[in-house]
């Protein structure tokens, strides 16, 4: 099959006209594949039959590696980042092409494999929009000036005579496309980054995609069955394979392998212990097969005998009570904030007030389960998956092959979810590792759903104590936040980590949320890793990360001193957010800082009428507020959630949510609403139904029949609203989750007066809590 046959069949695809991505297969043939995954950044083009000659062999114009436009005018954007399910490239390319003045219907993306000349790779934290935006602006900026320049000269005109709308230089009554300008003009020049950054840039006011309804460039294959995620990927002559999996993370180490019931199992083909250099699956077997039924049977037959690791015997409970000890100690941890004067505050303090809350380990349960496929191909180790750190893990699994890095390719797909547990490609090495044992050959490892559970990076239980100097008037004159959990960057990224105010390196992603916009006075965050939850499992990265719990924290506690001083928690919050000092905000990521925040507050009030409409009994609303995920690139949210209380069986129903956002520029208006939404509801899923916890070493739940997040019956109805800004974006993948936990409780206490500290909130912890308040 030739270069433009392949291309004409991915167009097919795309069109619907090609077979369904369940029969897909990549052809084991050359290094091009089916569905034309840039190598050098260029824009594949597909030209009908009768066409010009000169116009096929017309090369693209590629200013920059981000962005190319062809003879016939379809402009292709490379997209680093990951999709699944965001529209991270619709949203990218609108970035673009905004700024260059393409045509929408006539641009396309490109989801590209690893090279270096990429940069990092990764998807995740929000990053995506925000990291992007000015480096694509200059992009699109860098092919709109060129053609205006170009087109000019064919129009024989100047430049300054001469507009850029809808893919086409206009010139009074002329026009010329950017296809005819590319076909005829030949452009050649490139930018440089440094020259891209002085390009003068459209105003918001001259946006005509950015923030407006556009098509999704992704839905149509999405919807026609075309598009090829990662478990779709297949390779002439491969086999497949499933992990038996040790009884511990770490440590276990194999004793005996009895593979005589496997045997029995039609398609078996051998089993492989396999080594890793990488420690990255330490006492993993795997099961080889030719079909994949055959390797579930036959790896359930696959009688294995290990010596466990250490953490075989260790609970959830051990885990929390671990970090407690941690917090108890105050030498220990990292300090994002130790204000000086905080220790002399407290020791004045009129009164001191404490409170610990809690979290359940959360699992990530992406509908599609892990897997990876792997050979050696043409001299190059070859990783076929989804994932969201491909600059972190194709380092990883180098080592674990023990070749250099430029000998390994990633092959980037579709994710069937994400929501961080593919930013670790631990599920990658083995399969890597498989190939490699069986000389090369290409293997399929696919994860069953009890395999992908067992082997998750879990979201860690987490610990943390909040504690608030009080003055004599009652006013919070200084303020200590500890949180202990499992560190997933330091497991993984260790050099990712930031350092702290003592200079000790802490992961910013088991921290953040804590070091809040509110004037408290001086402040003492600390971060704390727990080592034993660190070595019982591998802490992951799950949507929002630490932004999950320690608005928990902070929110509920705030509500509660609010309430003991017969205070409205609302004005309470709005009297803390005076924008000063630290928390004043600075350009381009922060501008106006918390009054800010306290804008988004005021405007959920209004809008979900708190405290000025009447609610039936045992119903109520509360309230919380944060800044997304990050400090360092803030979106700043206020959520509000009306909740129903059954005294008699505890079950409390989340009847509506109302959120408020100011995200600065809202690129896509549909992809931001259904991110937040989405956010909100995992919010809402990990606040009132979805937690596991560790039993004997490993997670208790192993699948959905007693892993209960949240089911359709339970959403409840939501109004979601974005502030109007010109300000840079700022990340929508996580700050829908923030607000969520920490208002349903607050709005459970507004309801029938019980306060609840541990995540999720079960109707046995609410009847308890009525019990004991009835008894008080």
């Known amino acids: ?254 004793v005996s392998v009895d593979d005589s019931e496997a045997k029995k199992v039609k398609g078996y083909i051998r089993y492989i212990v396999l080594e890793d250099p990488s420690d990255t699956v330490p006492g993993w077997v795997a099961v080889l097969a030719s079909s994949y039924p055959a390797a579930i049977r036959a790896t359930d037959a696959l009688k294995v005998v290990w010596t466990p690791g250490k953490t075989a015997n260790i609970t959830e409970q051990d885990i929390l009570d671990y970090g407690r000890k941690q917090i108890a100690n105050k030498a220990g941890g990292s300090c994002v904030f130790n204000d000086p004067g905080v220790d002399e505050t407290f020791a004045k303090a009129a009164k001191v007030v404490e409170q610990t809350y809690t979290c359940s380990s959360v699992l990530h349960y992406q509908l599609e389960p892990m897997n990876a496929l792997a050979r050696q191909h043409e001299g190059k180790w070859e990783v076929h998956c989804g994932n969201q750190w491909q600059t972190l893990f194709l380092p990883v699994i180098a080592k674990a092959l023990q070749v250099p890095e430029s000998e390994v390719v990633m092959r980037s797909y579709l994710l069937g979810g994400g929501f961080g547990r593919r930013l670790n490609g631990d599920y990658a090495v083995p399969a890597a590792l498989i190939s490699k044992a069986i000389g090369g050959k290409p293997v399929k490892l696919i994860f069953t759903r009890s395999d992908d559970v067992l082997f998750d990076s879990i979201r860690s239980p987490s610990v943390q104590t909040v504690r608030a100097a009080l003055g004599q008037d009652g006013a919070i004159t200084a303020w200590q936040h500890h949180a202990s959990a499992g560190w997933p960057t330091r497991v993984m990224a260790s050099a990712f980590m930031e350092k702290g105010a003592d200079g000790k390196p802490y992961d910013q992603f088991a921290i953040a949320g804590a070091d809040h916009w509110y004037d408290v006075g001086p402040m003492l965050v600390r971060a704390l890793d727990n080592e034993l939850a660190s070595e019982t499992f591998r802490p992951g990265w799950l949507r929002s990360v630490s932004s999950g719990w320690t608005p928990w924290a902070h929110e509920s506690f705030l509500d509660e001193i609010a309430y003991a001083r017969k205070l409205d928690p609302v004005d309470y919050r709005l009297s803390l957010l005076d924008s000063k000092g630290r928390n004043a905000g600075s350009a381009p990521n922060s501008v106006g800082g918390a009054s800010r925040q306290a804008n988004v507050l005021r405007h959920l009030v209004e809008k979900c009428g708190y405290g000025k409409v009447s609610l039936p009994a045992d119903t109520a609303i509360g309230i919380a507020t944060t800044f997304g995920q990050e400090r360092a690139m803030p979106t700043w949210t206020a959520g509000a959630v009306q909740v129903h209380v059954d005294r008699k069986t505890g079950v409390v129903t989340c009847q509506k949510i109302w959120l408020v956002l100011d995200a600065g520029t809202i690129i896509d208006p549909d992809g931001a609403a259904a991110q937040t939404e989405g956010g909100a509801l995992w919010g809402l899923s990990m606040a009132l139904f979805e937690g596991t916890e560790i039993v004997d070493g490993n997670v208790r739940d192993r699948n959905l029949n007693t892993y209960t997040p949240l089911r359709i019956a339970d959403v409840p109805e939501m109004d979601v609203e974005f502030l109007p800004s010109t300000e840079k974006p700022m990340g929508l993948g996580e700050p829908g989750v923030t607000t969520i936990a920490p208002a349903v409780g607050n709005a459970i206490f507004n309801a029938v007066g019980v306060r609840l500290r541990h995540l999720p909130i079960r109707p046995a912890d609410v009847l308890k809590a009525l019990k004991e308040k009835g008894n008080a």
């Open 1 to 254: 099959m030739g270069k433009l046959e392949r291309i004409a069949a991915q167009q097919d695809r795309a069109a619907g006209r090609g077979p369904s991505r369940r029969s897909f297969l990549l052809t084991a043939a050359g290094s091009a594949f089916l569905f034309g995954f840039a190598r050098q950044g260029k824009a594949a083009q597909v030209y009908p039959q009768g066409a010009p000659e000169a116009l096929k062999e017309a090369a693209a114009f590629e200013p920059t590696i981000w962005c190319s436009i062809a003879p016939d005018g379809w402009v292709n954007v490379n997209i680093i980042r990951a999709e699944m399910g965001q529209h991270i490239g619709t949203a990218l390319a609108r970035i673009i092409a905004d700024e260059m003045e393409a045509d929408w219907n006539k641009v396309r993306i490109t989801y590209v494999d690893t090279d270096p000349k990429w940069g990092l790779m990764v998807t995740g934290g929000s990053w995506s929009v925000w990291m992007t935006w000015d480096q694509f602006r200059q992009a699109g900026a860098a092919a709109r000036t060129v053609m205006v320049e170009q087109g000019a000269k064919l129009l024989g005109v100047s430049p300054a005579a001469c507009i850029a709308r809808n893919g086409q230089v206009i010139a009074g009554g002329r026009s010329i496309s950017y296809g005819d300008i590319v076909s005829r003009a030949h452009p050649t020049k490139t930018y440089t980054p440094e020259e891209m950054a002085k390009l003068p840039l459209k105003p918001a006011s001259e946006h005509r995609l950015i923030g407006k309804d556009v098509k999704a460039l992704d839905i149509p294959s999405k919807t026609n069955g075309t598009a090829i995620y990662g478990i779709d990927a297949k390779l002439e002559g491969m086999v497949y394979a499933r992990p038996k999996l040790p009884p511990t993370r770490y440590g276990s180490k194999v």
